[in-house]
């Protein structure tokens, strides 16, 4: 697992070198909006963490059967009027399983079997050939009056790349005169770092690898140290090898 992850950190590292630090100017106006959309998502949020209006999973997913079309409609204008690739709507609805365990699976006791804390039962990426289209997709985002932007997460900029090494911009959002204020998630993905996963088969082995890792953070075990992770068993620690 740990080879896979140093592998992936590689590849995405080259690539990151190429699709984003080439671009200066354009990494400068990026961290420019990420930083002025954070204070107005904070400001929005007026202190309080994110969260949405329901902790129920099935009214949860009534709330995203609710406004998932409108969703497709509103990536799909959206990937025309920025220049994205056609929006893909064949997966904009989470697998329940996967919800079920991201819930079950919280570090953090009083917030497991939760649904209040899942953000993305809604979900969909736009895709983009440069990173000077992204800049320019995201400024659109930040303008569009449709939505609200509840928390951006920005893995784009040097040293913010995801566990593996992958890059993205994940924005928190839901439609502003919506009664539930149900929340979606809008990815913006690189045309080449899509692509790398594609043909690694780097989702895959990233899902595998995010059950595994958040199961054993749930069971206290850490993987960041070179320590072997030790289990209980009968009021005894064992080492795992």
Aim: a positive charge; aromatic letters at 8%.
């Amino acid at each position: 697992m740990q080879q896979n992850t140093e592998m992936f950190e590689g590849v995405y590292a080259e690539q990151h070198k190429h699709c984003v630090q080439m671009f200066p100017v354009e990494l400068e106006r990026y961290r420019q909006i990420v930083r002025q959309q954070e204070n107005k998502s904070s400001s929005h949020l007026l202190g309080r963490k994110m969260q949405q209006t329901c902790s129920s999973l099935t009214t949860l997913y009534g709330q995203a059967n609710r406004i998932r079309r409108r969703f497709i409609s509103f990536m799909e204008m959206t990937a025309k009027t920025t220049q994205a690739l056609p929006f893909d709507a064949r997966h904009t609805l989470k697998d329940v399983f996967r919800a079920m365990e991201k819930a079950a699976l919280r570090k953090n006791e009083q917030d497991r079997n939760r649904y209040n804390n899942v953000y993305d039962v809604v979900r969909g990426a736009l895709v983009y050939a440069t990173f000077k289209d992204i800049v320019k997709a995201l400024e659109h985002l930040t303008k569009e009056k449709e939505i609200v932007i509840d928390q951006i997460k920005d893995r784009f900029q040097p040293g913010a790349a995801a566990k593996g090494g992958w890059s993205d911009l994940v924005l928190s959002c839901h439609f502003a005169d919506s009664m539930d204020a149900h929340v979606f998630e809008i990815q913006i993905h690189h045309k080449q770092f899509a692509a790398t996963r594609a043909e690694l088969g780097g989702h895959s082995i990233y899902a595998i690898f995010r059950c595994v890792a958040e199961a054993l953070e749930v069971a206290g075990i850490d993987l960041s140290t070179n320590v072997p992770p030790q289990i209980k068993l009968n009021g005894t620690k064992i080492a795992v090898p």
